[in-house]
Nanobody, 124 residues
Framework: QVQLVESGGGLVQAGDSLRLSCAAS????????MGWFRQAPGKEREFVTG????????SYADSVKGRFTISRDGAKNTVYLQMNSLKPEDTAVYYC?????????????????WGQGTQVTVSS
């Protein structure tokens, strides 16, 4: 069992930066690939970015490529999402997820555990 707790969300202005954290419980953090997803009001949840178990492979949605960076710290059992040059369209609830065996980082159904989400609001 893995429990995920996101933090770091808030209200920022367009162009600002924000860093989200996702703390994972348990001693098997390194066994899981991690991902960030987001859900805007009235929209379906969508893939943002993913990172492999080792941290050596990352992937990004086109909408955030070049602005967002995912990383993980095994010593702290935490995955981060650094968000720069934020835009109003980035406004959403952001969720982190853990997957033991992924064929596609962007496939939500392949993730085993989900956090409760953290709200990010970007004003124009």
């Amino acid at each position: 069992q893995v429990q995920l707790v996101e933090s770091g969300g808030g209200l920022v202005q367009a162009g600002d930066s924000l860093r989200l954290s996702c703390a994972a419980s348990g001693r098997t953090f390194s066994s899981y690939a991690m991902g960030w997803f987001r859900q805007a009001p009235g929209k379906e949840r969508e893939f943002v970015t993913g990172i492999s178990r080792s941290g050596g492979i990352t992937s990004y949605a086109d909408s955030v490529k070049g602005r967002f960076t995912i990383s993980r710290d095994g010593a702290k059992n935490t995955v981060y999402l650094q968000m720069n040059s934020l835009k109003p369209e980035d406004t959403a609830v952001y969720y982190c997820a853990a997957g033991f065996s992924l064929h596609s980082a962007a496939s939500q159904r392949e993730y085993d555990y989900w956090g409760q989400g953290t709200q990010v609001t970007v004003s124009s």
